[in-house]
């Protein structure tokens, strides 16, 4: 059977505005934000030049997506969403002359949150940013009760308590790992993870601010 999943960076309008429609209808299933007139989730992240956003599309419905936001010296270390809440447990445990990777806004269609295969897929877009800009730490928050699967998944560890995250009504936990570490490990279980010289070449970086043209 043919994989009916395909995985774009958002490099259209067309594909950034089904990332944020998707984000409202994932955050608002899971009663993580309220109700707003547009039926978009987007934030001021959006709009720098550090962030770039990938959609998953199941045929033509959008049914997964993620956000990766760049920490590092080639962005002048311009914060990204985590650095709101948890900057002094990024400056104890990872130091903040790193370079480092924050996934973020990882959503699935609420009619397919059970697919584990849909939950990693976003993750090859993360990984592909891991390896194209040498990270050295990958950061994501996440709630409680998904430590374990972040744990086994990655090999992401907590590095703080408990705290709301940026922009939705959910307490999340800083869990951080690092990517020399765990690539070799992600990549050895799971062939989504691997990644050709072509492929790795072929990806330009360009950030989701071209792509939005309302003010978050």
Do not use: W
Not at 65 to 88: D, M, Q, W
Not at 173 to 178: E, R, Y
């Amino acid at each position: 059977m043919n994989n009916p999943f395909t995985l774009y960076p958002c490099e259209t309008r067309q594909k950034m505005s089904d990332a944020v429609k998707l984000r409202y209808l994932a955050y608002k299933n899971a009663g993580a934000i309220d109700e707003n007139a547009e039926a978009e989730f987007k934030d001021k992240y959006d709009l720098q030049p550090n962030t770039k956003t990938c959609i998953v599309y199941e045929g033509n419905t959008p049914v997964a997506s993620a956000r990766a936001c760049i920490y590092g010296k080639e962005h002048n270390y311009l914060p990204t969403p985590a650095f709101e809440v948890y900057r002094e447990d990024i400056e104890r445990e990872l130091g903040l002359d790193k370079m480092i990777i924050e996934s973020n806004r990882l959503v699935i269609h609420p009619e397919k949150v059970d697919s584990k295969y849909l939950f990693k897929l976003p993750f090859r877009f993360i990984i592909l940013n891991v390896i194209k800009f040498s990270s050295d730490y990958i950061i994501t928050a996440v709630r409680p009760k998904h430590v374990p699967v972040y744990q086994r998944f990655l090999g992401l560890e907590p590095i703080s308590a408990l705290r709301k995250y940026p922009g939705i009504n959910v307490e999340m936990v800083l869990m951080a790992g690092v990517c020399s570490d765990l690539l070799p490990v992600a990549m050895s279980k799971e062939e989504i993870f691997r990644f050709t010289d072509e492929e790795i070449d072929n990806y330009v970086f360009t950030s989701n601010s071209m792509l939005m043209n309302v003010a978050c």
